[in-house]
């Protein structure tokens, strides 16, 4: 990381100052601050590429539950309707922790479930609980579970930023002996 970010900031100057190996060009320009962009943060690509999570239906839960370690968080996707009147749909991290079941995790973190036409509602939520920490609130609906996707490391990006960086050093060292 320190070295993609020392290349990046170096990268970004050139850019910026308008001059690598001789003046850049408009387009070399953009070349290097896409080239620098990349190199500060490979996963805005990589997510577009290979999505960060991936969502799973609420009916599965249990089987989440299950796989996830002690003390993780489960992320879920909710709706529902306040004390206000209000609809609202958002995203919560609600920590798990841990228990003998699957089913009794979920309790312990304070949610009270049941099936109603293929939805998970939240029956009840308990008191002082993580779910009622996180702004869960009975009546709600948990629309999908989020797990993190399985794919290859996003350093990956640096391969082509790095080799769109040799060839555009490449054609500016040949435009600098020619000139």
Known sequence: MI???VIAILVFSAATQGFWFVKTRWYETIILLLVAFTMFRPGFWWDEIYPPVQSVAATEITTV???LP??????MAVSGETIDGDMVSKIVELPIPAAETA???VEAAGLFLREDEGNVVVDQVGFGSNAEAVGIDFDWQINSIEIAADRPAKQ???IPALLVLFGLGWWQIRRREQG
């Not at 002690?70 to 992320?75: G, T």
């Open 70 to 75: 002690a003390d993780q968080k489960l992320r």
């Open 156 to 158: 990956l990006m640096f």
């Open 103 to 105: 089913s009794a995790r």
């Open 3 to 5: 070295v993609s970010s």
């Open 65 to 67: 539950v299950e796989e």
